[in-house]
Each structure stands twice: as structure tokens, then as C-alpha cells.
């Protein structure tokens, strides 16, 4: 009736071939893109060692750290680290504060919240140099709907990017309009994902909604602030396309930003050295920052994975 | 010799070993029950017969060659998982029929052994139907369709009653049995449950701490136990044990219990002198209204009916407590409210453990 | 939260037509500049009512735009096609590259792939122009300067860490005992890793693809540098457009429609994973 137990083997009994080199056979292709970045990145580490300058290439030579040495009494550089902390500051700021409005305002999940949470996502999804010639239009002074809207309160001749008191509030509304949607995405998951308990147990006991916010959904959304704020800040202090496309780092040196300086470094003045040093502390700022939302980052995956 | 042998098998997780050298052999046909408390290493035992992890140390035979580094697709082994581990992109037949596509069998072959093993388990109208659209006695029987479709050589069950409806356990355990020897499968059942290994197993090895403490048939392990561990792991109610100190005088042994002194039967002698643990099982307390031969004066408590049998909570004049178990109708002649009774126990069955290691030294058999 | 008062209601209403104004007003504004003539749009004060003309769309998509001044060649639809080979292609090597590894990350805890995973994290977040510039040298010592494999494999470094961070996710949430029975069954491991995990992890690799397609489309310092005129991609072929003299500002609004057209629609086919994908895998949709 049924088989004879045994009868049926798939393959003669072998030894398999040693399945410990798998694993290092299927990452072999993400090592090499690794390695694709190492070199280029350990190359700018050389560069920034060096005077290094295209356009006068015998002046090259090994100087160690001088190039670091020159930034702290330039008054460039300063401008720079000034001007990337300025727009840090204050788009991440702006974005979180409003981000978390808006989820606040989002929180439950009808049709209409739903569907206006994908809607506002829209902006996230143009690319942050459209979105500044997009801004760029709008701002035009001659037929720029914003340049009309902002004359009819009185403010003639408004001239946006091109006013150097006005150019960084107006990449500030830029990168605001692009990604605040971010912010809002990330903290209306968290908000969805809290708990109900402890805010069904205040609704019982009559907590005033101040007292619910400030006390109990601020505390439970703080991994989720954290994690967003440092992934934002990340992003924010090596902004390069939505400057670039606005203003290509002017109007004069208001807009130099990290990335764009070093960008006109090494293609407007061909100082490669110089250019590669900037991109140094850029980056070391940028490896503790991204250290720190690693760690917070891994931790909120664990809770994600652990709750699904 | 022996189908399925293991010997001298180790097996450690992160620092801790988890099996510590384990050795059984397997009859062709036999189905032996791996029983231990949740963590004792049974399920990694299972994998490691399955080919999932790699002993550190020993050796693991099929037929007669060796298995330890060959991977799980070549071993020719059915496992039927605790969870089923279905597929859940795949109908019912797709599941059961995944062994015999492996093996490349025929369209029609497939299909003719699919249905007559669902039929066998009686899943046969829901072979069309996806895994989560199966309940789950049904996802249960499919789990162990797909493991005895292809007729391996062995066969692994690993605690496939846990997670189902206490009607369909009792049914299955009745119904696997007759399953298992229809394929005449040699198998290895994991559970935790006593009653199951005693009721499917030619034989039971008890797994504690990493090592096999007895193997032997049911009726040996219950009437036998090797030690006091094992003699508390079978039996439900559990085991009634005492602290005590046989003693030899002019008439045999004996031992001093509820403040009497009792016989041993000759082959207790042994255990003279030594400190012991003497355990009685609840059914070999005879419990009754009046005094007769053996029996000493004890407090009812508690009746407390279990099934068709009753246990009773005695507290002897010390202070002791003993429980006992009789039948329904036993139980309902003692008098609501009642306390006085006499409680003989049958210390022919008596057990007699060494106090410090645990291990039976008392009654010598054979 | 219930507390629903009706002027707590209004607000509500109030606040969320403020929000959705701001957002989509300026979509919608150059949804209606790219139907507009230039005079249409010189005009003060701006209507929202007006004649809608196809001129615009005509011009990019012939590549040729008749002015007073005479014949203009616009190369935009180029540059929209160079966007969907450099994206398309990118992501698709992606896959190939990062799903097998994603597996081995997630089945096989091994010191290597740790340390792969965590450097391709890591550079997500690293400035971009540390490796692009060097590489724009090497590139143009090895002749991979404006070439369409160059750029494919740079766009590796923007969606590679993507793939693999959400990809492994999806696999380690199969739980492990299905490929182990499948194993059992007697199929080896490749069959168990196309049959059994791949199918099992589809809609996770779908969701990565096309975060990945969005982000790689999106991109635009990789192009300006390394790049040239013919093989740009929409992001810096629009910018380069405005500075082209007597482009028609019409034109401009269309050519933005067009370049932001495909990721939004994409979004949109794709929202469900969105949240998933922005967040690597740390915040569940």
C-alpha cells in the first residue's frame, strides 16, 4: 500500500560541499560596491593631505594638515560652518515642529486623514533640485505667483533668492515644502503605532489635552523624534541640490553651504586639496551624527520587528 | 543493528550545552518518544537527526553511513513540525505533494499518493485550500501528510499535538499509531506530554539535562523509573515522596512512614541503612473509612475530581501530606464533611530513592 | 481624543486646508504655468482661469521650439530617457547585487556581512561629493567619465544600502522553520532560495525597487558631475534648461510636470510601502 519506508532517497547520501563559504559567495558583489566607495574615500582622505590645485600642478605637494590649519583662521570656512548650521538648525527645526503638528492633526485614521497623509507625501517625492526650480518660479519677480501674493501685502520688489538677507529664508522654505512630509510620515507611524491605553485611561480620568501632550505623547514619541530629527540633520548639513539649483551657492557667499563650497572648490577653483579637506570635516561631523541615529535607528527596528 | 543510531552526540548554543552526549538506537519500524520538560534539547536533538545544525561532537547514522555533514535534502527524513511550518503561498496538495517533486516522481504518481495519504488523514476535501484557510487540526494533519508522503526512512514528529484542539489530540492519539505502522515508519516523536509518549511509544527515552536518563519501554519507565526525576515526570497526579531510612531487622526491611513502621519487600534490601526518598504513587494508596491490616490514621482534606478518577488530599498525624487517587465511585463514599480515614499503602510498590543522587536503588528487579 | 467640539472641529478643518494648500499649491500652480503661453504667464494679475494650449508639451516632446528668433533644439526627451535607463538599470543591478546578499545578511549572522552592511549604511549618510570627486578623476583616467555603466554603477552607492536594508528585513520576517522544512522536503538550497524566500519576500522587494527607482531618479548631484550633456538625466538636463537663453517659461513648467510626473505616480501606485522604505525598515506602515 504505502511505500516502503526508505525507498524513495532524493540523492545518494554525500557530504555537502562546505556551505560556510555561501554567505561570503552571495555578499561578494555588495563587498565590491564596498570596496567601490573605500577607494574613492580613502583617495580624498590623501587629497586632503596634499596642496593639490588642477591649474597649477607642479605646486602639488604633501602638507599634512596645513589645509585644516588655514580653515581656522579663514574666515570662508567660518562662513561656511556658519551658514550649514544656520540652515540646519532651522529646517530641521521648522520641519519637526510642523511635521508633528501635522501628524497630530492626522493622528486617526479615517478615509480623509488617510488620504491627505499620501497627498501631503507628494512633495517628498520630487526631486529637491525640481523643487527649487519649481520655487524658482514661483518666486520669479516678474510673473511668480508668490512674488504677486507678497506685493499685494505691501512688500514690493521682494527679491526672495537673489536678496542676500532673504536668499536662506527662501531655500529654508524650499527644503521646508520638500521635507516636512518626511517628518510627517515618520512621526505619524510612530503616532499610530503608540499604545491606546494610556491615553484611553487620561480620556476616564479627565486629563486636559495640554497635560496628555506635553506628558504622555511627547514621551512616547521620543524615539521616533530622535530618529527622524538625526536623519533630517544628516541630510540638512550636506545639502547640496536644493542650493545649488536656487542660487549655485550665492548670492555672493550667503548660501556656501559644505557641499557646495567644496563643489566650487574643486570646479570653479580646481583646489582639490582644499576641496577635499572641506568634505573631511563635513564628513566627520557627518559620522558622529549618523553614529548616533544608527544607534537610535537600529533600536526602533528592533521594536518594529519585535512587534510584528 | 540499529536504523537510526546516535552516538555520543553533543550539541552547545552560545557557551551552553544544550545536549551533552546522547546515544540511542532505533529499530527499523520502532517508533520511539523523546519525552523531557520545555528546553531540555528535544527539538534540537530532532533537527540535528534532520540535518538543520551539525553536532560539535558524536556521530549520527541512517541505515549505516554516517550523516553528519550532509544537508537536509540528502538524508531522506519526513519532519513534521510543532508550528507545521507550512507553505503559506501554496495550497494544501502543493504541500503535501512538495517531498514527492523533490524526488522528481511523476505528475500522475504525485497525485494518486497525495490523495491517498489526505484521504488517510481525512483532508482530502481541503486540498485545494491555502495554509491559512485551513483550521488548525487541519493545518496539523497536513504538516504530517507532506512528512510521511515520500515514505522516508525516517521519520520526525516534533510535538505535532501542541497546538491542537484537546478533541483532536485525544483522537490522534489514537489514530497515529495506526498511521505510523500502516508506513511502517521508524520514528522519533517528540512531547511533552507523559500520557502521549506512553500511549505512542515502543519505547520512551527520558531527556534530562543533555543526556538520555533512561530508555526503555513505557511500562518499565512508569513502574521502573531510574530516577527521581523520571518517577516524578510520569504520573499524574505526581509521585508522593518522603524522606526516609529503611533499616533491617530480625524480620527483612522495613521503614518508618506516617509514624508506623512498614515492610519492604527482599528486594529492598539495599537500601538499609541508607538515606533514602521512598516515593508511593497515589493509585497504590488504598484509602477507607475503617482500619484494616497496614493502614495508618490520616485527615481528608480535599477531594478533588480528576476525569473519571478522584485524588484525594490526606494529611497524616505529623503533618504530612499525601495524596492519593481512587475511583469516582470510590470517592463518593466518603460522607460530605468527613474526616477521619485510613490510608493503606502497597508497599510492594514502593519506590526507594537514594537521597543525595536521586537514583532508584530500591526494589532490585531481575 | 474623542473631545471633538465643533470649533475644535473648524480649526481642524481650517488648519488641514492651510497644510494641504501649502503642500500641493505649488504642484498645481506649475501643473497649470506648463498650459500656458508666455504671455499668459507675464500676465499681472495672475488668473487661474485662462485658454490651456499644448504648445509647451508639443515643443519638448518634437524638440524643436519655433521662435521669433528662429529654430530651437531642445534635447529634454533625452533627458527624460536617460533618467529611465540610469534608473531602471541601477535599480535592477541593485536587485541582482543586493537580494542574494540581503539573504545571506539575514540567514547567516557573519562577521563580513555585518561589517558590509553597516559601511553601506554608513556611506548613505556620508557626503556624496567625498567619493564623487575623487572618483570623477579616476573615471576619467579609466574612460568611464559620461559613460551610462559609470553612472550605473555610482547610482549603486544610492540605492544598493536601500535594497539591502529593506530586503533583509522582509527575509527575517520568514519565519526560518519554512525553508528549513522545505529543505527537509529534499530541494536544495537555491530551489528553497527562489521557490520559498524570494515569493515569500516579493512585496518587500517590490517596495524597495520602487523607493530605490525613486530615489535614483531623484538624484541629481551624481549626474551634474559626472555626467555630460547627452547623458543627463531630467534632474539637471531641467536646470541646464533654464539657463539655455529663450527657452519660453511655459516650457520650463512643462518640463518639470514632465520630470516629476513618473516618481509621483509612482508614489502613489506604491504608498503603502512608503513609510517602510523611508525609514529603512525601522517604522512599520
Not at chain 1, 529654508?172 to 485611561?201: I, K, S
Not at chain 1, 566627520?284 to 548616533?292: D, K, Q
Not at chain 3, 536617460?82 to 543591478?93: G, H, K, M, Q
Not at chain 3, 515569493?199 to 520602487?210: E, H
Request: charge should be positive.
Amino acid at each position: 500500500m504505502a511505500t516502503r519506508a526508505g525507498e524513495m532517497a532524493t540523492t545518494p547520501r554525500r557530504r555537502s560541499a562546505r556551505h560556510n563559504l555561501l554567505p561570503y559567495l552571495l555578499s561578494l558583489p555588495a563587498l565590491l560596491v564596498c570596496i567601490g566607495i573605500l577607494i574613492p574615500f580613502f583617495t580624498a582622505v590623501w587629497y586632503s593631505l596634499q596642496r593639490y590645485n588642477l591649474a597649477l600642478p607642479f605646486t602639488r605637494a604633501f602638507i599634512w594638515f596645513d589645509n585644516y590649519k588655514e580653515f581656522l583662521s579663514d574666515a570662508r570656512f567660518w562662513n561656511t560652518v556658519q551658514v550649514s548650521l544656520l540652515y540646519t538648525f532651522l529646517t530641521v527645526g521648522i520641519e519637526l515642529l510642523l511635521g508633528l503638528g501635522i501628524a497630530m492633526l492626522l493622528r486617526r485614521a479615517t478615509l480623509l486623514n488617510n488620504i491627505m497623509s499620501v497627498a501631503l507625501m507628494l512633495p517628498l517625492m520630487i526631486a529637491p533640485a525640481i523643487a527649487s526650480l519649481m520655487w524658482k518660479l514661483m518666486t520669479n519677480p516678474n510673473f511668480g505667483i508668490l512674488s504677486y501674493l507678497v506685493s499685494l501685502v505691501g512688500l514690493e520688489n521682494f527679491k526672495w533668492a537673489s536678496d542676500p538677507s532673504t536668499a536662506l529664508l527662501t531655500v529654508v522654505l524650499v527644503d521646508v515644502w520638500v521635507y516636512t512630509p518626511f517628518m510627517m510620515v515618520l512621526l505619524l507611524a510612530g503616532l499610530r503605532a503608540l499604545p491606546p491605553q494610556p491615553f484611553e485611561a487620561a480620556e476616564l480620568d479627565g486629563v486636559p489635552a495640554s497635560f496628555v501632550f506635553f506628558r504622555i505623547t511627547l514621551p512616547m514619541l521620543t524615539p521616533y523624534i530622535i530618529t527622524a530629527s538625526l536623519f533630517r540633520m544628516l541630510d540638512s548639513i550636506q545639502q547640496f541640490d536644493i542650493i545649488y539649483a536656487m542660487t549655485q551657492g550665492g548670492p555672493g557667499d550667503t548660501l556656501l553651504v559644505f557641499q557646495v563650497a567644496a563643489y566650487l572648490e574643486f570646479f570653479q577653483y580646481t583646489n582639490v586639496g582644499r576641496s577635499a579637506a572641506l568634505l573631511m570635516v563635513l564628513w566627520a561631523i557627518t559620522f558622529v551624527l549618523s553614529n548616533l541615529f544608527i544607534k537610535q535607528w537600529l533600536r526602533l527596528r528592533e521594536r518594529a520587528r519585535g512587534a510584528a | 543493528m540499529s536504523y537510526l543510531t546516535l552516538d555520543g552526540v553533543k550539541k552547545s548554543f552560545r557557551k551552553e550545552e544544550v545536549l551533552s552526549g546522547v546515544s540511542l538506537g532505533v529499530e527499523r519500524g520502532e517508533t520511539v518518544v523523546v519525552f523531557g520538560t520545555s528546553g531540555a534539547g528535544k527539538t534540537v536533538l530532532l533537527r540535528l537527526i534532520a540535518g538543520m545544525y551539525e553536532p560539535d561532537e558524536g556521530d549520527i547514522r541512517i541505515g549505516s553511513e554516517s550523516v553528519v555533514g550532509v544537508g537536509p535534502e540528502a538524508r531522506d527524513v519526513g519532519m513534521a513540525f510543532q508550528n507545521f511550518a507550512l507553505y503559506p503561498h501554496m495550497p494544501a496538495f502543493e504541500n503535501i505533494a512538495s517531498p514527492l517533486r523533490a524526488r522528481r516522481r511523476p505528475e500522475d504518481e504525485i497525485r494518486r499518493r497525495v490523495h491517498r495519504i489526505a484521504g488517510l488523514l481525512r483532508i482530502d476535501h481541503v486540498l485545494h485550500h491555502l495554509p491559512r484557510a485551513l483550521s488548525n487540526g487541519q493545518k496539523q494533519r497536513t504538516a504530517l501528510a507532506r512528512s510521511l508522503v515520500s515514505g522516508p526512512s525516517v521519520l520526525l514528529l516534533d510535538d505535532p499535538l501542541r497546538n491542537v484542539d484537546a478533541k483532536l489530540r485525544y483522537e490522534m492519539r489514537l489514530e497515529l499509531p495506526r498511521v505510523l505502522r500502516d508506513f511502517e515508519a521508524t520514528v522519533i516523536y517528540v512531547t511533552q506530554d507523559y500520557k502521549e509518549a506512553m500511549a505512542l511509544g515502543d519505547r520512551i527515552a527520558v531527556l534530562i539535562d543533555g543526556r538520555f536518563a533512561q530508555v526503555a519501554p513505557p511500562a518499565a519507565i512508569y513502574r521502573e523509573p531510574a530516577s527521581m526525576a523520571i518517577a516524578r515526570l510520569f504520573g499524574d497526579p505526581t509521585i508522593n515522596l518522603y524522606p526516609c531510612r529503611p533499616s533491617a531487622n530480625g524480620e527483612g526491611v522495613g521503614v518508618e512512614l506516617f509514624g508506623s513502621r512498614f515492610a519492604l519487600p527482599p528486594a529492598c534490601e539495599e537500601a538499609a541503612g541508607r538515606d533514602c526518598l521512598i516515593g508511593l504513587r497515589p493509585e497504590h494508596l488504598q484509602i477507607g473509612m475503617e482500619r484494616s491490616e497496614g493502614a495508618v490514621p490520616v485527615e481528608l482534606d480535599a477531594v478533588t475530581p480528576l476525569n473519571v478518577r478522584a485524588v484525594l488530599l490526606l494529611k497524616t498525624q505529623a503533618g504530612e501530606e499525601v495524596l492519593a487517587s481512587c475511583s469516582e465511585a470510590d470517592a463518593l463514599r466518603f460522607p460530605r464533611g468527613h474526616r477521619a480515614v485510613w490510608a493503606r499503602p502497597a508497599m510492594e510498590t514502593a519506590l526507594l530513592f537514594d537521597r543525595e543522587s536521586g537514583e532508584r536503588i530500591g526494589p532490585r528487579r531481575h | 481624543m474623542q473631545r471633538t467640539t465643533t470649533i475644535g472641529r473648524i480649526v481642524r478643518w481650517i488648519l488641514l486646508l492651510l497644510v494641504g494648500l501649502f503642500f500641493l499649491f505649488p504642484i498645481f500652480w506649475v501643473l497649470l504655468m506648463s498650459f500656458q503661453t508666455n504671455a499668459q504667464i507675464l500676465r499681472i494679475p495672475p488668473s487661474l482661469f485662462f485658454e490651456p494650449t499644448l504648445e509647451n508639451y508639443a515643443a519638448l516632446i518634437s524638440g524643436r521650439l519655433e521662435t521669433a528668433a528662429g529654430t530651437l533644439e531642445i534635447s529634454f526627451m533625452r533627458n527624460l530617457w536617460n533618467s529611465v535607463i540610469l534608473s531602471s538599470s541601477s535599480v535592477l543591478l541593485a536587485l541582482v547585487l543586493g537580494v542574494p546578499a540581503a539573504y545571506a545578511f539575514a540567514r547567516f549572522r557573519f562577521r563580513l556581512g555585518e561589517d558590509i552592511a553597516f559601511t553601506l549604511l554608513s556611506f548613505r549618510f556620508a557626503p556624496p561629493l567625498l567619493v564623487l570627486l575623487p572618483l570623477a578623476l579616476y573615471f576619467q583616467t579609466i574612460g568611464l567619465n559620461d559613460t551610462y555603466i559609470g553612472l550605473i554603477w555610482v547610482y549603486q552607492l544610492i540605492v544598493l544600502p536601500l535594497i539591502l536594508w529593506i530586503v533583509r528585513g522582509y527575509f527575517e520576517d520568514i519565519s526560518p522553520d519554512i525553508e528549513h522544512a522545505y529543505r527537509v522536503d529534499g530541494h536544495s538550497w537555491i530551489r528553497t532560495f527562489t521557490r520559498i524566500a524570494i515569493p515569500l519576500a516579493r512585496p518587500g522587494i517590490a517596495a524597495a525597487a520602487l523607493l530605490a527607482f525613486i530615489f535614483a531618479w531623484n538624484n541629481f548631484i551624481f549626474a551634474l558631475i559626472l555626467a555630460s550633456a547627452d547623458k543627463q538625466p531630467v534632474t539637471v538636463g531641467a536646470l541646464a534648461f533654464v539657463t539655455a537663453s529663450g527657452i519660453q517659461y511655459g516650457q520650463i513648467a512643462a518640463a518639470v510636470v514632465l520630470s516629476v510626473t513618473p516618481t509621483l505616480l509612482l508614489a502613489l501606485y506604491a504608498q503603502r510601502y512608503l513609510v517602510e522604505g523611508l525609514s529603512l525598515g525601522a517604522v512599520k506602515g
